[in-house]
């Protein structure tokens, strides 16, 4: 991992022409510890996190090469660099249970056509699923106080301990605000999801089901990606649309766009379903959905929906299982957007993974009751990602297009309620 250095110089930072706090100034104000067997630490509900210095020049190691008759892959070291690091590169949205996911829309530069969109250069891998499950890879950190000006954020994700060096740290009351650059230009919509009028457009959902109506098993890398049935929880033989539907704990599905793999997508799980996701520095998420609570539920991450990004290349080869046949421990990406770390629990983390990581200890309240709507916008101008919780003052509704306006108009906040964090 790269160092880490303290953004000890910044006190606020003008967003869209209104001042925000850091993430350290919201924890000051109040800060709790979850679970006590656990070192997750929540600090203030916000409706908005803010991340800066995105994008860092680095390189991970790509799979280049894998086999039903060996455990290990062939890996080559692959350099990246820009505003945005491998978050310009082609991502895929991932859903977990429970959850009731009905709306989505992906929005694009409008001067990008849908094919260059989708052309970029856990069980989840970190701990979101069985993946950590099965190799328990455990790191040994120390936890630091939060009071701390160049604090550390430690939390425990299923399991396994992880930690990073809080670069919204406060400052001394001279620090000047820092503004940070509005998007500019029309937004197009490239894809759309409507659960509740089975509509579905530029997207194809799949989940890991290989070897049931579509895709590949093997005792070795067991399942790959398959198409999703309609209820999410099984395979299937074509591209379905999600009904309208609850997805329980521990289940997951994958949403990438509807053009298929290939050559630009690199080296893929030989056959597995392979499509493109979402690349570009810039582009915008929507999602409508709701995180009920399931209190009977048992087993791996139960009652722990989420909602999270991953380097599309980690599921196309394999998102769980033998560490070199995937890029994910060395630094490809992952972006946990709203993730539930304890069953039961009413707050939704955020956190980067990658080889400069980073996340917040201030939270968004689980939409356990009623859905939501919120965006997730990646400005490649200003190497910086917003989570936003809309509401009805946003003004978004879904259209075809948006303008930059729009956007700006959405990422308008209470200064008291978005955090700013530095990565």
């Not at 936890?143 to 406060?170: I, P, Y």
């Not at 649309?241 to 994958?254: D, G, M, Q, R, W």
């Not at 998420?285 to 909602?307: K, Y």
Request: glycine content about 10%; hydrophobic content about 35%; some cysteine.
């Amino acid at each position: 991992m790269r160092s880490f250095v303290a953004a000890g110089a910044v006190l606020a930072a003008s967003i869209n022409g209104a001042l925000a706090l850091t993430s350290q100034q919201l924890c000051d104000v109040t800060k709790t510890k979850g679970d006590p067997s656990l070192n997750n630490w929540y600090c203030s509900a916000v409706n908005a996190i803010a991340y800066q210095n995105v994008g860092t020049p680095g390189s991970y190691k790509a799979v280049t090469s894998m086999s039903n008759s060996a455990a290990q892959c062939s890996q080559a070291e692959t350099p990246y660099k820009g505003a945005m690091g491998t978050m310009a590169e082609d991502w895929a949205i991932h859903v977990r249970g429970p959850i009731k996911f009905t709306k989505m829309a992906v929005y694009m530069p409008s001067k990008t056509t849908k094919r260059e969109v989708n052309t970029g250069a856990h069980q989840r891998r970190h701990g979101h699923q069985q993946f950590h499950e099965h190799n328990k890879e455990v790191r040994e950190v120390q936890e630091r106080e939060l009071e701390e000006r160049a604090d550390w954020t430690v939390m425990t994700m299923d399991g396994k301990v992880v930690s990073w060096r809080n670069n919204g740290a406060g400052a001394a009351a001279t620090a000047a605000p820092t503004p940070l650059a509005k998007i500019g230009g029309n937004w197009k919509r490239t894809g759309f999801y409507d659960a509740e009028k089975g509509t579905l457009d530029g997207l194809t959902f799949l989940n890991h089901n290989g070897g049931s109506g579509s895709g590949v098993f093997d005792y070795v890398h067991g399942n790959s990606l398959s198409y999703a049935s309609a209820d999410g929880l099984s395979g299937a033989a074509s591209p379905q649309v999600l009904k309208n539907t609850l997805i329980p704990s521990n289940k997951e599905f994958a949403i990438f766009s509807d053009v298929k793999c290939d050559a630009d997508c690199g080296f893929v799980r030989p056959g597995t379903v392979a499509y493109k996701g979402f690349g570009g520095p810039s582009k915008a998420f929507v999602f409508q959905f709701q995180m009920p609570h399931e209190p009977s539920a048992t087993g791996l991450n139960p009652d722990m929906s989420a909602i999270w990004m991953l380097n599309a290349k980690i599921p196309r080869t394999l998102q769980y299982g033998e560490a070199t046949c995937s890029c994910w421990d060395t630094g490809c990406g992952e972006f946990d957007i709203f993730e539930i770390l304890e069953k039961g629990s009413t707050k939704c983390k955020s956190t980067f993974h990658g080889n400069t990581p980073g996340g917040d200890s201030n939270y968004f309240r689980r939409p356990a009751n009623a859905p939501i709507t919120a965006a997730v916008i990646f400005n490649g101008d200003a190497s910086s990602a917003q989570i936003q919780i809309l509401d009805a003052s946003s003004g978004f509704n879904w259209d075809t297009a948006i303008t930059s306006d729009m956007i700006s108009k959405m990422t308008t906040n209470d200064p008291n309620k978005i955090s700013l964090f530095s990565l």
